[in-house]
């Protein structure tokens, strides 16, 4: 079956990259999703990768892509508190209905 | 602007009481899905819809009902045989399977509901 891991929780100090990872088990995964979720909000798509490719970034943001391991992680470079939130990592399968599968989230707390 | 809206942002409900969350898209999306979250828990979906008229049960469909007449609606109605029903409950929509593999949900702020 389908499982996505991510840990808990992070917490990092204002101005040093954070770096949240997640694994997966579907190695038929096509798209692959990193959300951000503030507090009492719904999730906002962050960035995607494609399977076919092993890294992405975007301004602050940079994704890696290990298939090998099935290990997707998120770099935020100059962290800042306005990135406190609870990030989700979650993977598209190939057929059937394309229902993603999300992980149960990253806190990530900045602190001074 | 286009997006997902979710009414009420916060909703209460007592003992035997159905209630029913709003989930409008102006995005013209074809599916729509109602999620769970509990804290400290991923999202679990509850049900899904992929075309007007149509839907389908997802992990936790047990204890809620769904319909889909209008492409741009998907109310959620939480009934009274949902014995826990305090959740953060998030709407979201995607264009259709088939339509093109790169399909990111876009989600509603969500609804927080809560037993009297």
């Known amino acids: 079956g389908e499982d996505v891991e991510q840990s808990l929780f992070l917490s990092v100090r204002e101005g040093d990259s954070s770096v949240i990872n997640c694994t997966y088990t579907?190695?038929?995964?096509?798209?692959l999703y990193w959300y951000k979720q503030e507090p009492g909000a719904g999730l906002q798509l962050l960035t995607y990768?494609?399977?076919?490719?092993d890294m992405k970034q975007d301004q602050r943001l940079t994704v890696l892509l290990n298939k090998k391991d099935k290990h997707l992680s998120l770099r935020i470079a100059d962290t800042q508190t306005g990135d406190s939130a609870i990030y989700f990592c979650?993977?598209?399968?190939?057929?059937?209905?394309?229902?993603?599968?999300f992980g149960r989230g990253t806190s990530l707390i900045v602190h001074p | 602007d286009g997006g997902i809206t979710q009414s009420p942002k916060y909703l209460f409900r007592k003992e035997g009481q159905n209630v029913t969350l709003s989930c409008e898209q102006n995005?013209?999306?074809?599916?729509m899905y109602w999620y769970r979250q509990d804290p400290g828990q991923g999202l679990r979906l509850i049900y899904y819809?992929?075309?007007?008229?149509?839907?389908q049960k997802g992990d936790i469909a047990e204890g809620y009902s769904v319909s889909r007449e209008k492409k741009e609606s998907f109310p959620l109605t939480v009934t009274s045989a949902q014995k826990n029903p305090t959740a953060f409950y998030l709407c979201?929509?995607?264009?259709?399977?088939?339509?093109?593999?790169?399909?990111?949900?876009?989600f509603g702020d969500g609804t927080r509901l809560s037993i009297l």
């Open positions: 979201a929509s995607s264009i259709a399977p088939g339509q093109g593999y790169n399909q990111p949900q876009h």
């Open positions: 579907d190695s038929s995964s096509t798209y």
């Open positions: 990768i494609f399977s076919n490719m």
């Open positions: 979650a993977e598209t399968p190939p057929g059937g209905s394309y229902i993603p599968t």
């Open positions: 995005l013209n999306h074809d599916a």
């Open positions: 819809s992929q075309i007007v008229n149509d839907f």
